[in-house]
Nanobody, 119 residues
Framework: VQLVESGGGLVQAGGSLRLSCAASGSTFSTMGWYRQAPGKQREWVAA????????NYADSVKGRFTISRDNAKNTMYLQMNSLKPEDTAVYYC??????WGWGTPSDYWGQGTQVTVSS
């Protein structure tokens, strides 16, 4: 199993970025995004079911981020709008884990992509 994230970068506050996570080697009923800021613990961001019919978000990103997936491409996305400096973190995709923040992620992680939001 391989998960490859892309799409990170530097953006000004209020801007947008779209992250992608391409999966290979298997398909997963659930996929999700996590992030880790310097000096902080990893934080769950959002999750989605295989058909995309169910999505969940952390309160900190609700209304600004949208998670989606294209099963034909085995790829998950995170559209991030109205970005804030506190969104700065390395963003990781996780496959096969919990749909909720209090759940347990799987052992399948991508390498991470850096998102930096300047004020």
């Amino acid at each position: 199993v391989q998960l490859v994230e892309s799409g990170g970068g530097l953006v000004q506050a209020g801007g947008s970025l779209r992250l992608s996570c391409a999966a290979s080697g298997s398909t997963f009923s659930t996929m999700g995004w996590y992030r880790q800021a310097p000096g902080k613990q990893r934080e769950w961001v959002a999750a989605i079911t295989s058909g995309g019919g169910s999505t969940n978000y952390a309160d900190s990103v609700k209304g600004r981020f949208t998670i989606s997936r294209d099963n034909a491409k085995n790829t998950m996305y995170l559209q991030m709008n109205s970005l804030k400096p506190e969104d700065t973190a390395v963003y990781y995709c996780n496959a096969g884990g919990s749909m909720w923040g209090w759940g347990t992620p799987s052992d399948y992680w991508g390498q991470g992509t850096q998102v930096t939001v300047s004020s």
